[in-house]
């Protein structure tokens, strides 16, 4: 399984972007997905998470700012990034549960590689 991450940037102060979060391989079914970031010298930390059940949960420095999606047809997962502030530049990172087989219930936890956004005051 692979996680695919895209759509990073340089973008000013207020700008927006939207993440992608492509996933490929062995899929029976996508679980929760989570976005995180990184910026440098600091703990990666979660941003947004979705639920199978769609099911949102947001870090309280961008609630009202980000929305988190997903299309499981499409296996992708997006995060939409409004009023960006120089303090999320970041490295971001998708995170995913996968289960593989319809003959096993495990969840796998993957990580994808990171894009990096950069927001300009």
């Known amino acids: 399984v692979q996680l695919q991450a895209s759509g990073g940037g340089l973008v000013q102060a207020g700008g927006s972007l939207r993440l992608s979060c492509g996933l490929s391989?062995?899929?029976?079914?996508?679980?929760?997905v989570g976005w995180y970031r990184q910026a440098p010298g600091k703990q990666r930390d979660l941003v947004a998470f979705?639920?199978?059940?769609?099911?949102?949960n947001y870090a309280d420095s961008v609630k009202g700012r980000f929305t988190i999606t997903r299309d499981n047809a499409k296996k992708t997962v997006n995060l939409q990034m409004n009023s960006l502030k120089p303090e999320d530049t970041a490295v971001y990172y998708c995170?995913?549960?996968?289960?593989?087989?319809?003959?096993?219930?495990?969840?796998?936890?993957?990580w994808g590689q990171g894009t990096l956004v950069t927001v300009s005051s």
């Open positions: 995170n995913a549960d996968v289960r593989t087989s319809a003959f096993n219930p495990r969840y796998t936890n993957y």
């Open positions: 391989g062995e899929i029976f079914r996508i679980g929760a």
């Open positions: 979705i639920s199978l059940d769609r099911t949102t």
